[in-house]
């Protein structure tokens, strides 16, 4: 597992920094996974857990989650950011890549967060589901000719990497799959999506078309 920590007196460029490391974290992420397996479901699940046993918490949670999901066969990647609501509470934010050939609902994955987050600290944590207002769930298959989908997918990247969530966040740290994580330009990630998905123009940071 990699991590990244800021200091409490980042400047805004470290902010700015970080919302880029943490999207390029996420191409990485789903073009590795592509690669391995032609259908990759992505999903997020956010975590709350008591404020003051809370860094040691998620590291803890994170294995014994992370464990079941390869124990089904699942074959899991992860991204985990971690932030502060506006009521000052801290949570955080996972994002799964999952094989898409094994499973393809969110349902037994949110009930195996809860059953992790349960035996470590009882009913003093909780997981929520992210279904407001976006799909939480989402099959992303090599050679697609669909672009709505990808889209949904990378819209992710911009909410786990909310700047204003980040200014105050105690350490803030994001940590991600044990993977070789390289620097990718944009000519990068769209030369990787235009190799994944031939039927598809993909524009980083912009709008994706079927051709």
Known sequence: MNS????????YLEIYKMF????????????????KHCKVFVM????????DLDQGL?????HRFIEKEKIAKNDPLYLVVRELSSEGKIHHHMVLFLNGNVTNNTFYHFEYA???????????????????GHRNGIMIERNMFSSY???EALRQVSYLAKI??????PGKTFFYSKIPISDLSNEDITNNFQLLFPNLSFVPGMKWFAN
């Open 58 to 62: 998620i590291m803890m949670f994170n």
């Open 4 to 11: 990244y920590t800021y200091s409490n007196n980042s400047v």
């Open 44 to 51: 997020r699940i956010d975590i709350h857990l008591p404020q």
């Open 149 to 151: 989908d990808l889209y």
């Open 114 to 132: 809860r059953t992790v987050l349960r035996n470590i600290c009882g009913d003093y944590g909780s997981i929520n589901e992210c279904n407001n």
């Open 20 to 35: 880029n490391k943490i999207q390029n974290i996420y191409y990485n992420l789903l073009i590795q996974s592509l690669i």
């Open 164 to 169: 204003d969530q980040k200014d105050n966040v």
